[in-house]
């Protein structure tokens, strides 16, 4: 019975999803709760998972140019009020530290709910001429917002991400970088993560505060709602106008610098729980797993059985390895495995080794098949690589049975009743009615994607002449 216990103690994903993640992240132990009302412990499990995200991340982030820095988590109320959009939307979730010790703080500090401010303040300091462009700069840090609703990972007061942000010479330059970043997260999520995502433009609605135009990556959960999963922000010469950021062109004219930020956080941790994850726990794609393989020896006191374990996993150092050597009963282990995801297990025993072979199962499908030792390494390659393109797959055609199209709004409101997931409708670029579907039917616009199509002449909303074709979602 023992054995069982910790499957059970998981909710099924159809009976209730939200119980069933919550299970996941508690039972997989990426986190625990803390005293701290909003915020949680990511528990080294999670913490691994977050590091090897930053590590492939910041890697394609530098092979474009880009330099990490560190700017203070306070700013100066003065200093976030220069930009009036961005102040205005940000302020429900700010929160503010207004004494210093035992002394009232002449000036109220926020806490850093993003760094656009701080940025611009840092770019005018050091930015001339337009010999000190572009600058390209990233920070790996935590911010806080004051949410009402927390969720792990999805949705905590403070939350740990990496922001871009970027100034240059001419509107065109930033533009290319805004993109290019948004390229960089949409090849790291399919690539990575296996993730699918809808590359597309945010509306004016649910833009950046602040910016000119927000891109966007989308992702759709197992549960057929969508998450944002990575934007990127062009801001145009806004915020250099309001902050001052200048520099003496090539023509010997003062001009004003565009700028660029682009992030992602820990929510992809949640995400990759709700596109891979099953009734049995988490299900880590090979390359962000942080332990590939785990080795289980039966009858590990057997003489010979935990030698041959040790042996194997040297033979397979150019993964990331492990030999579970505790004393848990085999099939406890074997629970434990699936529930943290780790996406190939090899059992190895007695009867094994004299046959000369071990078992390898796959984590993604319950696969399993006997592998001669002398073929284990490349066989273990080979999977891992199957699998990794396997779930993107996977996830890709969940994805698209879970899109529909609608045409007029008595159809696209009758598929949001009775079913989850994206549906593409058309749309008139007019808010109100955006404001409508989102009262109605509690639907935001994800995207205006980049691949547009030509569902029909009218709006979905209003029937006047459409302009653009939308995905649109519950979200996360």
């Not at 597309?200 to 000119?212: D, L, N, P, S």
């Not at 090899?346 to 071990?358: L, N, R, W």
Request: proline share 4%; charged share 30%.
């Amino acid at each position: 019975m023992a054995d069982k216990k910790m499957v059970e103690a998981i909710t099924s994903m159809d009976e209730d999803f939200a119980q069933w993640y919550t299970d996941v992240v508690k039972k997989a132990e990426l986190i625990d709760y803390t005293s701290v009302k909003g915020c949680m412990v990511i528990r080294p499990a999670g913490y691994a998972i977050w590091e090897r995200i930053q590590a492939e991340l910041d890697r394609r982030f530098k092979e474009t140019g880009v330099q990490n820095v560190y700017l203070p988590m306070f700013i100066p109320e003065s200093l976030l009020q220069k930009e009036k959009d961005h102040v205005e939307g940000f302020a429900p979730e700010v929160a503010w530290v207004t004494y210093g010790g035992l002394q009232p703080l002449q000036e109220r500090l926020c806490v850093r709910p993003t760094s656009e401010t701080l940025f611009c303040d840092y770019y005018k300091n050091i930015v001339h001429s337009y010999r000190d462009l572009p600058q390209v700069c990233n920070q790996w840090c935590s911010v806080v917002r004051w949410e009402k609703e927390t969720r792990p990972f999805l949705r905590s007061r403070e939350f740990l991400w990496q922001e871009g942000h970027t100034a240059h010479a001419t509107a065109q330059e930033a533009e290319e970088r805004t993109i290019q970043m948004l390229n960089i997260y949409a090849e790291f999520l399919e690539n990575v993560l296996a993730i699918p995502v809808i590359k597309g433009q945010k509306t004016e609605k649910e833009k950046f505060a602040g910016a000119v135009a927000t891109y966007t990556v989308e992702a759709q959960m197992h549960d057929g709602k969508a998450l944002q999963s990575g934007t990127s922000h062009n801001f145009g010469d806004g915020f250099a106008k309001a902050f001052g950021i200048q520099f003496t062109g090539k023509d010997n004219t003062l001009q004003y610098v565009h700028q660029t930020s682009w992030g992602m956080t820990t929510r992809l941790i949640g995400a990759l729980i709700m596109v891979h994850g099953d009734d049995s726990g988490l299900v880590l794609p090979p390359k962000v797993a942080p332990t590939q393989v785990m080795i289980i020896p039966i009858q590990q006191k057997k003489e010979g059985v935990l030698e041959k374990a040790n042996e194997l996993a040297e033979v397979l150092s150019g993964f990331r390895v492990k030999v579970d050597d505790s004393d848990k009963s085999p099939g406890w282990k074997f629970s434990e495995q699936e529930m943290r995801g780790i996406p190939l297990r090899i059992e190895v025993g007695p009867k094994d080794i004299e046959a000369g072979k071990c078992v390898v199962v796959r984590r993604d499908n319950g696969e399993k098949c006997d592998v001669a030792f002398g073929d284990l390494q490349e066989t273990v390659e080979k999977l891992l690589t199957q699998m990794q393109s396997d779930m993107l797959e996977r996830a890709r055609e969940r994805r698209d049975a879970q899109t529909y199209e609608a045409r007029t709004y008595d159809e696209f409101k009758k598929t949001f009743e009775e079913k989850t997931g994206f549906v593409k409708a058309m749309w008139c670029g007019d808010q109100a009615c955006e404001d409508k579907i989102k009262e109605e039917l509690a639907v935001t616009s994800r995207c205006m994607p980049f691949a547009q199509e030509k569902l029909s002449d009218v709006c979905v909303c209003c029937g006047k002449p459409a302009k653009k074709m939308v995905y649109w979602g519950k979200a996360y």
